[in-house]
T-cell receptor, first 115, second 112 residues
Framework: DAGVIQSPRHEVTEMGQEVTLRCKPISGHDYLFWYRQTMMRGLELLIYFNNNVPIDDSGMPEDRFSAKMPNASFSTLKIQPSEPRDSAVYFCASSPPGGAFNEQFFGPGTRLTVL | DAKTTQPPSMDCAEGRAANLPCNHSTISGNEYVYWYRQIHSQGPQYIIH???NNETNEMASLIITEDRKSSTLILPHATLRDTAVYYC?????????????FGKGTHLIIQP
């Protein structure tokens, strides 16, 4: 079975450019999470969706970050404009319906480098 | 969510049982204990969770003390592929999923 799919796996861009990260959750899962991991701050939740609706975006660092989930099989995390401090590994995760026990399935991550 | 305390690192010989401790002295009655691990350059992976009874699955066993203030994750026969950072997380369950709060975890190194 396909797990959570993220693209691209690596992204190198210059400061000021727009960056779009993509995620395809596991089919049938109705929760989708975006996390960011850095050496300094560890793994942090940015935003999560339930049935394509954003539920909690309190972890989104600032207005430069936005996330969308236009349908059950696709989500994007956009950074515009990007800054060097956005360099991190970004993980997408999904959870099955109900979600009460919160077993989350993580993708392989996108390593973002902003020069 | 209750805070957890884990040792920053541990070593274990290949083939032996790896016992990873976690203190969660402020855990509430409706909070579960979860364990995830993150192998280098991969996304975190769910291992196991429990409330108050000991739990076992194909990956590991979870032992929770009677007062629920601490727990131990046991990998019964550690292999080199078990080298990873292990995260202990406590959280309320019910009402739907929400985000996980990861601490610094324990870096488990399996020695050949």
């Amino acid at each position: 079975d396909a797990g959570v799919i993220q693209s691209p796996r690596h992204e190198v861009t210059e400061m000021g450019q727009e960056v779009t990260l993509r995620c395809k959750p596991i089919s049938g899962h109705d929760y989708l999470f975006w996390y960011r991991q850095t050496m300094m701050r560890g793994l942090e939740l940015l935003i999560y969706f339930n049935n394509n609706v954003p539920i909690d975006d309190s972890g989104m660092p600032e207005d430069r970050f936005s996330a969308k989930m236009p349908n059950a099989s696709f989500s994007t995390l956009k950074i515009q404009p990007s800054e060097p401090r956005d360099s991190a590994v970004y993980f997408c995760a999904s959870s099955p319906p109900g979600g009460a026990f919160n077993e989350q399935f993580f993708g392989p991550g996108t390593r973002l480098t902003v020069l | 969510d209750a805070k957890t305390t884990q040792p920053p690192s541990m070593d274990c010989a290949e083939g032996r049982a790896a016992n990873l401790p976690c203190n969660h002295s402020t855990i509430s009655g409706n909070e579960y204990v979860y364990w995830y691990r993150q192998i280098h350059s991969q996304g975190p992976q769910y291992i196991i969770h429990g409330l108050k009874n000991n739990e076992t699955n194909e990956m590991a066993s979870l032992i929770i003390t009677e007062d629920r203030k601490s727990s131990t994750l046991i990998l019964p026969h550690a292999t080199l592929r078990d080298t990873a950072v292990y995260y202990c997380i406590v959280r309320v369950v019910g009402g739907g999923a929400d985000g996980l709060t990861f601490g610094k975890g324990t870096h488990l190194i399996i020695q050949p």
